[in-house]
């Protein structure tokens, strides 16, 4: 696994809009999803990979396989929606295919599909969005947003100090993995199990001793107890872009309600 | 600049809880202010203690520190001043970084000072420029080469604006051109009136670089003095099992003959010096010089 | 009625084919209810039911850092140490890769509160740095393995040392068994999400878990397997 | 020894997943058997990827790498094979060292390859006492000096006898005692028969030791040859932001004509060899050499 999401985030040509503003797009269109009929949220999907792709300049084949590595959860729960047991004598007139098994009967149901068919354009919507956070938000700026939401301080400084280790011990234990690698570890299951426990041993004594070492690091600038920082970035809003996302929401709003729809 | 003493040790004793033998012991020196000092020794010798105990991260079980005349105090106002006068650069830039983004970095030591946001950003914002950070200013730390990461720690550590820089190990890992930018920048930070310490392994490095040598061996200061005073006994550096710098053995090899010729007989401490000393001889223009001396 | 047949057998060979192609890799991330999966209304409800535990761990936890705030270093080095784990592929009893979800052997190091709060914040990285899970649906899935798995973890390793089983034993059937709490959990919630046309509830917990369990249990075992590795190497040092 | 080829690459590419730039490409050496290689090249010129494209760790893209003339094939078996005779040392030892004690580690790659427990243990036994480490064998590793755990993870890739020895840095952070002493012991390595190729950023180190210098850059191999082929161009070094060795820029500076007088107008590669080439003027006697030039 490479933390891919995060390098493309910081490189998003989006970057340089209020991370606000965009964390407040991509939800108003995550409540219109949840809220909303198929078509809306078709719309939403394609209007939102739009800004992906097009705006933020996101690579397609890498939106695409998120998008699909996703949907995995989705298509692992498609049987268990579409295929019911009954009785042979209580088959739905409407079953869309059966398979009789002694008093049995295994069949599609058609309320299944129906249902398969609304979660999954609700779901593929609702994950564009927040593909859109994922990747023009990146995480230093999401934290700006948590802190202007009054997120409690210590679950902000938690998260800091997190996000900075995710990734000097994720890079510890490729490194590790390499070395055993190296010296012709992972030959086979069994000894690769036993590998891996020695592996995520010696990555929890380092990270005790990055804490060790941290608590010297930081104390050593003046550690009082608080991890507060400042951020610089200037943001730039973007008329253009502004525009466009209030338009596009009354209008998908619109639709909703000229639909039916329950907002 | 007087030479002042910035910080002063004296009879420091410490020993690490379950630790056998002490750290340092019996530890006395000066730091001078104004000045670039490196601090040799083998690994294990002290140094690293030596540095936390300049800073206040370790209270000497014996013997007292003393910044610019007044003995540390160990309560929490005076030791915030201390860290914000006396900078420390650890080794790996790892073990100092704690933040998202460069910026916020940076940031983080100037907050714990607890000045106001706005001189905070200014501060920042200078010292991006200073050290050439201003693009990598929203990157995210992980992205970062080693050699720039070790920027950050330097700028984060300087944008304090600390009386005194400890270094520990600033080269390691770095490369050539690496390691001649780091230096380039030391020499501003040293241009601009901050006294720097640091520790080395590198011989060549504290031959061209410091102005003033300490030498540590066992937990003890066994020898300092300026670079000629310190780095020219083969005998005495070998004990240490440190050696001679090869610039100071090469010119202690050169035929006495020749030297006695030369009108300037201090050992050169870097090739362009050395080449100086030399010129004389190829100024007699007997032939052309070779292309290389060209530069 | 033909042509839907033919529809409906096409989707069904297709959805497994790519079930079981895409999937091998990835395998316990299909834990991870994705985003917008769950009805706005069964969302909520899970977010209602995680907040109290989240906000109770996070009371302990501010009062543990308040003595001593360097804990906050440990706390989210630990953190981090979890999602690492939480990401690495494994090799897996299956003979393919997968990853251990490190909540038995968290709860177990750091006790279960700390685990809901440093759990939580691993899904929220798992979904914001992965894309695995979702914003709206990290209610249900921290109740499933923030909260359940550690505590379950936690119980079952206390109640196996009171019961005077072997430590490692304990270690085991923690680690195996949260994992498979939380996969239960987990199929407990699509279950009354998406009740069955017929069997209601029940008969759509079954069928939940019946797929699941094709990754899950043989996940399970392997994480006990190699929490148990992990623990006698710790205990060694 | 005869010069035949040990590890050869041809064409090589490799990009990381998701990295814009490949780390190397086109790559195309070969690794002479018998002999004491360096690499040079600033930080993130490909080095690194070079060596685990070499051990088989990373799968090239485009090109072959050959191991004793035939193709390295990426199947389970060959690649134990490949691990177990060309030996790969990281540049940080905690990358490497995965056991509880020094005794369990050296064993680590001897027991991947499947080898009987007796001769696992003999085997562990000669390494300890090869690499005096018989007195730390049941110390646990996190107990150790870092020059110690430089030396058991030097031990645990020895015991498996490589045919080819890879070191990724191995001096960066050693004293310099330390350092002298793994040179003591890589020229043991080397005599008894195994290659080495060594990355380093070290040039006095390269001057002094290799028999043969690679230099990269951008991915590229850019130079290779004999030291006193590759290391003597200023300019061309320079263009490398990698600059020469001090022994040759000082030797270089010395005035031409000094060294027209000299039999042996070599550029000198050790002290004692600058010494032996200046000898001569100082064999005249006109007077007692300084105490220096004793030892």
């Keep these: ?263 | 600049m007087t030479t002042t003493t910035l910080l002063q040790a004296t009879g420091l004793h410490y020993t690490y809880p379950g630790a056998k033998e002490p750290a340092i012991r019996d530890l006395t020196l000066s730091v001078p202010a104004g000045k670039k000092s490196v601090l040799l020794g083998r690994n294990g010798c002290g140094k690293s203690t030596l540095f936390l105990t300049a800073n206040g991260l370790c209270r000497p079980d014996e013997g007292t520190v003393f910044w610019q005349g007044k003995p540390v105090t160990y309560d929490r106002r005076s030791l915030l001043a201390l860290r914000r006068d006396v900078g420390l650069v650890l080794q790996d830039p790892e073990q100092q970084l704690v933040a998202g983004t460069v910026a916020e970095d940076i940031s983080y030591g100037l907050c714990n000072q607890g000045l106001p946001d706005r001189e905070v950003k200014e501060k920042v914002q200078a010292a991006l420029e200073r050290f050439q950070l201003t693009e990598l200013a929203d990157r995210p730390l992980h992205q970062l080469s080693l050699g720039q990461k070790k920027r950050v720690s330097l700028a984060g550590v300087m944008v304090l604006s600390p009386q005194l820089l400890l270094l520990d190990e600033p080269t390691a890992y770095l490369d050539p051109s690496q390691t001649r930018r780091l230096i380039e920048e030391l020499e501003q930070i040293h241009q601009a009136g901050t006294a720097i310490l640091m520790a080395t392994h590198d011989l060549e490095l504290a031959w061209s670089w410091a102005d003033w040598v300490f030498v540590m061996e066992n937990g003890r200061l066994v020898m300092q003095g300026e670079p000629h005073e310190v780095l020219v006994s083969a005998e005495e550096l070998e004990a240490l099992q440190l050696g001679l710098p090869q610039m100071v053995a090469l010119w202690q090899a050169l035929p006495v003959r020749w030297k006695e010729q030369m009108t300037n007989r201090d050992i050169p401490r870097s090739i362009d010096e050395w080449r100086a000393r030399l010129a004389m001889f190829d100024s007699r223009k007997d032939e052309k010089p070779g292309y290389l001396l060209k530069r | 009625m033909n042509k839907n047949r033919l529809i409906a057998t096409g989707l069904l060979v297709a959805a497994f084919t790519l079930y079981f192609t895409l999937n091998v890799p990835e395998t316990s991330y299909a834990m991870h209810i994705m985003e917008g999966f769950l009805p706005a209304g069964w969302a909520i409800f899970w977010w209602v039911v995680f907040l109290p535990f989240f906000l109770y761990g996070l009371r302990s936890i501010s009062k543990i850092v308040k003595e001593n705030p360097e804990l906050k270093l440990l706390l989210g080095l630990s953190g981090a140490f979890t999602f690492v784990l939480s990401a690495l592929k494994m090799p897996s009893v299956t003979g393919s890769s997968s990853h251990p979800t490190g909540t038995g052997l968290g709860a177990v190091l750091f006790g279960p509160t700390a685990m809901t709060v440093l759990g939580s914040f691993v899904l929220l990285f798992q979904a914001l740095l992965l894309a695995h899970g979702g914003l709206t649906t990290l209610g249900a899935n921290a109740v499933s393995m923030a909260i359940v798995g550690p505590f379950v973890a936690y119980g079952i390793f206390r109640l196996n040392t009171r019961m005077g089983g072997g430590e490692r034993l304990g270690i085991f059937l923690a680690a195996a068994l949260a994992d498979l709490a939380t996969y239960i959990v987990t199929s407990i919630q699509l279950a009354l999400a998406f009740p069955a046309e017929t069997g209601g509830v029940m008969a759509s917990f079954l069928k939940f878990a019946g797929i699941f369990a094709i990754t899950q249990v043989p996940l399970a075992i392997s994480e006990g397997l190699l929490t148990v590795i992990v623990w006698n190497f710790l205990k060694a040092y």
């Design chain 1, 1 to 263: 696994m490479s933390m891919q999401i995060d390098t493309l985030a910081y490189g998003n040509r989006l970057r340089h809009l209020p991370p606000g503003q965009k964390v407040l797009f991509a939800c108003v269109l995550l409540v219109l999803v949840l809220a909303g009929q198929p078509l809306v949220q078709w719309s939403i999907t394609a209007w939102i990979s739009l800004w992906i792709v097009a705006y933020a300049n996101i690579p397609f084949s890498f939106y695409a396989k998120m998008v699909a590595v996703a949907s995995l959860f989705l298509f692992a729960s498609l049987p268990a929606l579409l295929i019911e047991i009954t009785a042979a004598s209580h088959l739905p007139a409407n079953s869309l295919y059966a398979i009789h098994v002694s008093a049995w009967a295994v069949y599609l149901s058609k309320a299944g599909l129906e249902k398969a068919v609304i979660l999954f354009s609700r779901s593929i919507a609702s994950f564009a969005c927040l593909s859109f956070i994922l990747l023009t938000v990146p995480f230093a700026e999401m934290m700006q947003v948590l802190k202007r939401l009054r997120v409690p301080t210590l679950i902000c400084e938690l998260l800091m100090v997190m996000y900075r280790f995710v990734f000097v011990i994720w890079e510890a234990a490729a490194q590790l993995y390499v070395g055993q690698q190296a010296r012709g570890g992972y030959n086979g299951i069994r000894a690769g199990l036993k590998d891996a426990g020695m592996l995520v041993r010696m990555l929890f004594v380092r990270t005790m001793q990055r804490y060790r070492q941290l608590s010297i690091g930081l104390a050593a600038r003046g550690f009082q107890g608080d991890l507060r920082v400042l951020s610089l970035t200037h943001y730039k809003r973007s008329a253009r872009h502004e525009a466009e996302a209030v338009l596009g929401i009354v209008l998908l709003a619109g639709m909703e309600l000229w639909m039916g729809g329950y907002l």
